[in-house]
């Protein structure tokens, strides 16, 4: 019903930045709360930052807090993050998910639909 499709993940150098963007497609479209989520290797994945279906309401994982931010545009139909003063540790396959409730969360399993994934990698 709902595709999601990251883009702009790539290799930068540790403080560098990098912006992702997630598009969705589909039949079916809610307007709901889209979210970031990351998995390095070896890792469970993490939470990285939420967004509501007006756009105001957002949520961050402490861990990006102030580094990292989450923006949609576009009909409601795109989310970006931008990603500044990166950090080996951010290394990771980054996630672009939707769920039709429109309030953000961290909860993983809130989340319905799943991009396939765009991958970041920070060198030192």
């Known amino acids: 019903q709902v595709q999601l499709v990251e883009s702009g993940g790539g290799l930068v150098q540790a403080g560098g930045s990098l912006k992702l963007s997630c598009t969705t497609s589909g039949r079916t479209f809610y307007p709901g709360a889209m979210a970031w989520f990351r998995q390095a290797p070896g890792k469970e994945r993490d939470f990285v930052a939420a967004?509501?279906?007006?756009?105001?309401?957002?949520i961050y994982a402490t861990s990006v807090k102030g580094r990292f931010t989450i923006s949609r545009e576009g009909g409601e139909s795109t989310v970006y993050l931008q990603m500044n003063s990166l950090k080996p540790e951010d290394t990771a396959v980054y996630y672009c998910t939707h769920r039709k409730i429109p309030i953000p969360t961290m909860a993983q399993n809130a989340y319905d639909y799943w991009g396939q994934g765009t991958q970041v990698t920070v060198s030192s």
């Open positions: 967004i509501d279906s007006s756009g105001l309401g957002i």
